[in-house]
């Protein structure tokens, strides 16, 4: 069998740990960091004795309090998470090229172009694990797997401080309730359910596409593979107008023309976007972007508008100044392959008989309700003038 070559680590209770490390006195107590017992705002992470008493990342402060009364509060220095973070990741890099961050303090890294640092896969693991340890002076749990999949599930049953790999990964997966499955969210948990769905088993026996589809979205890459290599390119748009413009609903008009256009070139080249970024530049020339990882891999139209629109928002509120642009991209693009439609796939085929009427029609034959402001507002110049596309870059 293929020797496993993705390697999870994630620091154990990590804001915690960095509190006892530089507080002994803390060791063992329950220890709760993001605020003080009556604050308001949540919990970021809770030390192991902590936890005992059903105390959660993401819960509010007083009913942590309330839990666990006799716990220790502190408020985060995240100054110090960061820099401790940072030399977290350093050590991983010397290891290997493809380390991935997930989060501050967990990671994916590829070991299997670094075998010759040591000729066992399982040896390299542990030397990585343990050299993170020493630099960060923290407890670190690692996964190996042939998936970042496997590698996150062997990782979360080596916790506290282990190390553990599947032998068989996509039996072991296979075995699992679909809830325990990465990837699954409430939703789609929701839906299975619905037909009856409950092991990982069940689903690929019975919804395949689904199945490849769910490991696809967290996963990218699929079952069969590490680390996903997207194809290196990516779609942008951007729109520079003739006049600043300050009224937001006219600004969604101009996104939502940007993505139309974009989901047509993804299903046109047979490909998957994984993120989208909106641009923004402002009437003092100054520029911002914000991206978003696409909830799975999609070229349909009402999922990258769904991504978007929060993403301009959250730019226009960054200055009280009119746009003179706004742009959109797509990128992390993967081919489509063999993925067929399926039931939760609805808004594709949708996108993809809208793109079939336009190839036939043109562009503009079917617009959206949200662009057709754009019309109204600038009725003589059709697209080519006012809506000319600046850049698509490949
Ligand atoms: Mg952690």
């Known amino acids: 069998m293929k020797t496993p070559s993705v390697l999870h680590l994630d620091i154990d209770a ?9 507080d002994p006195t803390l060791r063992g107590r329950p220890l709760i960091v993001g605020g003080l017992a009556h604050e308001r705002g949540v919990v970021c992470t809770a030390s192991y004795a902590a936890r005992r008493y059903g105390v959660h990342s993401g819960m509010a402060l007083r009913t942590a309090a309330r839990k666990c ?12 998470y960061s820099r401790i973070s940072g030399q977290f990741f350093a050590c991983l890099r010397r290891f290997s090229p493809r380390v991935e961050d997930v989060s501050v303090d967990e990671a994916y890294i590829d070991l299997g172009g670094s075998r010759y640092l040591s000729p066992s896969v399982y040896e390299l693991a542990a030397r990585v694990q343990a050299e993170a340890e020493r630099e960060t002076g923290l407890k670190i749990s690692a996964g190996l797997g042939h998936t970042r999949l496997g590698a996150k599930l062997a990782c979360e049953a080596a916790k506290p401080g282990g190390l553990f790999w599947l032998h068989d ?54 079952m069969e593979r590490g680390l996903p290599e997207p194809v290196s390119r990516s779609f942008s748009r951007e729109t520079t107008f003739p006049n600043d413009i300050r009224e937001e609903g006219l600004l969604h008009s ?37 991206r978003a990882a696409l909830p799975f891999p999609t070229f349909s139209y009402f999922h990258l508008w769904q991504a978007a629109l929060p993403l301009l928002r959250s730019l226009l509120a960054r200055r009280d100044l009119p746009l003179r642009l706004v742009g959109a ?4 693009l993967q081919a489509r392959r063999d993925i067929l439609p399926f039931f939760s796939l609805r808004d594709e085929r949708m996108t993809a008989a809208i793109a079939g009427v336009k ?36």
């Open 14 to 22: 990590f804001f915690a740990a960095v509190e006892e490390a530089l």
């Open 69 to 80: 009364p006799h716990a220790v509060f502190r408020r985060g220095r995240y100054h110090l």
């Open 169 to 222: 990964e996509a039996e072991f997966i296979a075995g699992l309730t679909l809830d325990k499955i990465p990837g699954v969210g409430p939703q789609t948990h929701f839906v299975l359910q619905g037909l009856g769905v409950r092991r990982g088993r069940e689903l690929k026996a019975k919804y395949p596409t689904l199945w490849r589809r769910v490991f696809a979205g967290q996963y990218a890459g699929g």
């Open 254 to 290: 101009h996104l939502a023309y940007l993505l139309d256009r974009l989901a047509v070139q993804l299903l046109r080249d047979g490909l998957y976007a994984g993120r989208v970024e909106v641009k923004a530049r402002f009437s003092d020339f100054s520029t911002f972007t914000r």
């Open 329 to 332: 991209k797509v990128d992390g």
């Open 359 to 394: 190839e036939r029609f043109g562009f503009s034959s079917l617009r959206n309700a949200r662009s057709m402001l754009l019309e109204e507002l600038y009725p003589v110049e059709r697209e080519g003038m006012v809506l000319k596309t600046a850049s698509l870059t490949k």
